[in-house]
């Protein structure tokens, strides 16, 4: 994956733990969109101009009438060739469904929520080679405190989310055995656009690197959703994303 934050994946997790966000307001969007397929590229500067390099991932999303995402498809790519596929389904905003095919391995992995009209939730994963995951999401005020254990009762997991009045995540913490191994801060504009991402600690284990990552949007359509941004790491270009959105 990327060294940046998807726009759009980033926040549909939350739909799938949180449960019950509608995501075309979850992510600043008007209009009432079917679908939005983004695609995302490395960025190079040529001529004094930044334009699109290697295509890198692509994304595809699927909304019903109420707004609630329902179809997620994640495509990764390395050097023009497809490294993975991921197919994400959802109930009412929530994950009920993961498929991920690699060149090598297929897994499904099926999620059911627990006591969803909880302030705490569990939702238990099931994967077809066997593995058994639970996490059990504990919310305090607007942060979110995730802790993922295997059948054995062991956590192999802790991730802290605090969130916005809007519902937009603000600060995102993977916390390691002894410390913490992952720690960003996100600024979002008022249409919820993100516009910063402070990667403060990133550990060997996790993806991505300790610096600045900033958004520029470059296009609307006519219903004000951009159709284009880049992603600045340290002042630096580094990735251009493109939408194209139906309505």
């Known amino acids: 994956m990327k060294k940046g934050v998807i726009l759009v994946a980033f926040t549909y997790i939350i739909a799938g ?6 995501e075309q307001k979850f992510m600043g969007l008007s209009g009432s969109p079917k679908s939005i397929r983004e695609t995302v590229y490395t960025a190079t500067e040529e001529f004094g101009e930044i334009v699109e390099g290697d295509i890198e991932e692509s994304y595809y999303y699927e909304f019903d009438k109420e707004g609630f995402i329902v179809k997620a498809i994640s495509i990764y790519y390395y050097n023009g060739d ?60 607007r942060k979110e405190v995730t802790t993922k254990k295997n059948s054995e009762g062991k956590t192999t997991g802790k991730y802290e989310r605090y969130f916005d009045n809007k519902g937009n995540i603000i600060e995102y913490k993977v916390l390691g055995k002894d410390e913490v191994d992952y720690w ?19 550990s060997e284990n996790m993806s991505g690197e300790v610096g600045v990552y900033t958004y520029k949007y470059e296009e609307s359509d006519s219903k004000g959703n951009w159709t284009k941004n880049i992603e600045y790491f340290n002042d630096k270009p580094s990735h251009i994303t493109t939408r194209e959105i139906l309505y």
């Open 17 to 22: 733990c949180g449960g019950g966000i509608k």
């Open 82 to 141: 497809t490294l993975s596929v991921v197919t994400d389904k959802f109930k009412k905003g929530y994950l009920v469904e993961s498929h991920s095919v690699s060149k090598s391995d297929s897994t499904l992995t099926t999620y059911t929520l627990k006591n969803k009209e909880s302030k705490n939730k569990i939702m238990e994963a099931i994967a077809s080679d066997g593995s058994f995951i639970t996490s059990v999401i504990e919310t305090e005020g």
């Open 184 to 202: 960003s801060k996100l600024t979002f504009d008022n249409k919820s656009r993100l516009t910063k991402k402070e990667v403060i600690v990133c």
